[in-house]
């Protein structure tokens, strides 16, 4: 009888227990590349974006300092040796699912253009999806923000090294 007890109060106990996918939380785990950084307005002359890359692996920075022009970003990407992945890896990771219902261009912004400067994203995976948007410092969907605040810490960690 005692077994019986034991056995139904660890039933009991283990059935409270849930894993994130039962709490509806989706699985942050990407298997792509994000491409990253921010670019200067039109009026900038010099060195005026930083664009990062980071894949499963690595972290690698553009060293032509290219605008990203396009829909996606082509850069002469060099891996960066002094950059621990997995200080980084959040950028992959908490990067935020609506994202990826949005259209390429620019969060929240109709008529936003390149000529004002922002931030930049890129995403590709193995799956054959690939997005990129831009969006302004002060004009980003609600959901972006938080996310914002760990891509502006991410690149001054970066620019640092």
Not at 15 to 21: I, L, N, P, T
Not at 38 to 47: E, I, L, R, V, Y
Not at 97 to 124: A, K, Q, R, V, W
Not at 125 to 149: C, L, M, Q, V
């Amino acid at each position: 009888m005692k077994k019986l007890n034991f056995i139904l109060s660890l039933s009991l106990i283990l059935s409270g227990c849930s894993s994130d996918d039962d709490n509806g939380n989706i699985n942050t785990q990407r298997n792509g590349k994000l491409i990253f950084g921010w670019f200067a307005d039109s009026s900038c002359s010099g060195d005026c974006s930083t664009i990062y890359k980071i894949d499963v692996e690595n972290i690698y920075r553009d060293i032509d300092y290219d605008y990203p022009e396009n829909t996606f970003f082509e850069g002469n990407f060099q891996l960066m040796n002094n950059a621990n992945y997995q200080d980084f890896e959040s950028l992959l990771t908490e990067l935020p699912n609506e994202i990826f219902n949005e259209p390429n261009g620019y969060l929240d912004c109709s008529d936003c253009t390149n000529e004002n400067g922002g931030f930049y994203l890129e995403y590709e995976d193995d799956d054959g999806f690939h997005k990129s948007w831009r969006f302004r410092n002060a004009i980003y969907p609600d959901y972006i923000e938080s996310y914002r605040s760990l891509l502006l810490d991410k690149l001054a960690e970066l620019n640092s090294l």
